[in-house]
């Protein structure tokens, strides 16, 4: 399998999402063929005209639910991709503690969709995005990928979940070359401004949040909780740049090319950053003030999580390049420029 091949072709499923998308540009530069499946329940069929502009050339598009196993049949068929990029799944953490049963359907029965999918169609390349939030509550930071995995809400459980399922798979069929990507808090936006988070109704991260108010879009800012045993009584996370993001993601298929098995890896920065440290710089970057309101804090939420990614530097040869004020900036540049994101140029 040649990465520079021109018809290295690619699944990327929930390719119209915030990662989803970034990840087909940088597909693009590295010389695949990115081929979106997305049903569009959390993202806008405008970023594929986007991803057409910022990479010189538009990915195929079909519109699905990888619940569908018809629908995905069809798409291996049409396209016959050599590998998948498994992006699609609901990623509110609030919402999955209000509807589980939901999540566990379209996260984890969904994957299982995709997996038998891929079975049958002789594709046995996977690299799936997981998250941070295996982790749970961590015993003690920085998280390495041996650290107890034991989620602490339902959207972490799915994950957890899906990263079993795929040890199983591998255990039992040695064909199988899979990745699961223990990503912590992807933010930022490519730096042309074009692409960027654009989520749904009320942002349920930090940064999107933020720069929703910097840009006047919202009121005020609220921080869930400043009784934490952290520096400043915030929650502490570890915020990746999502253009390094999708770096360590082709990095990966490339690693999987070289042969099978299953790899476990975190993707960060390494440092952790409180809500009020990501308010400042921000204000910092844009020249804006973010008012903020401390409430309650959140069911499910945790004091702090950074990554220890020195796995990744040993099997990828990846680290973050982008600091946090570089975050913050594109972020700003990509919220100026679509204060109402992809509803509006």
Known sequence: ?????PNRKVLVTGGAGYIGS?????????????????????????????????????????EGDIRDAQALEAVFRSFEPGA???????????????????????????????LDVMQRMGVHSLVFSSSATVYGDPDEVPITEHAPRRATNPYGQTKLDIERLLETLTAKDARWRIAC???????????????????????????PFIAQVAVGRRERLQVFGNDYDTPDGTGVRDYIHVMDLV????????????????????????RGVSVLEMVNAFEAASGRRVPYEVVARRPGDIAACWADASLARERLGWTAERDLPAMCVDTWRWQQQNPRGYAED
């Not at 081929?35 to 959390?42: A, H, R």
């Not at 799944?89 to 969904?110: I, M, T």
Request: net charge negative; proline share 6%; with cysteine.
């Open 1 to 5: 399998m040649k990465p520079n091949h």
């Open 22 to 62: 970034h990840a087909c540009v940088s597909l693009f530069a590295a010389g695949y063929q990115p081929v979106v499946f997305d049903n569009l329940c959390n993202s806008h069929a405008r970023v594929l005209e986007r991803i057409g502009e910022v990479a010189g050339q538009a990915p195929d598009f079909i």
């Open 84 to 114: 998948v990029m498994h992006f699609a799944g609901l990623k509110a953490v609030g919402e999955s503690v209000e509807r589980p049963h939901l999540y566990q359907d379209n996260n984890v029965g969904g994957t299982r969709v995709l």
């Open 181 to 207: 990507l223990r990503y912590f808090n992807p933010v930022g936006a490519h730096p042309s401004g074009r692409m960027g988070e654009d989520p749904a109704g009320t942002p349920n991260n930090l940064m």
């Open 247 to 270: 770096q360590g993601h082709v990095d990966t298929l490339r690693l999987l090319e070289a042969g099978a098995g299953l790899h476990m890896i975190n993707l960060g920065t390494g």
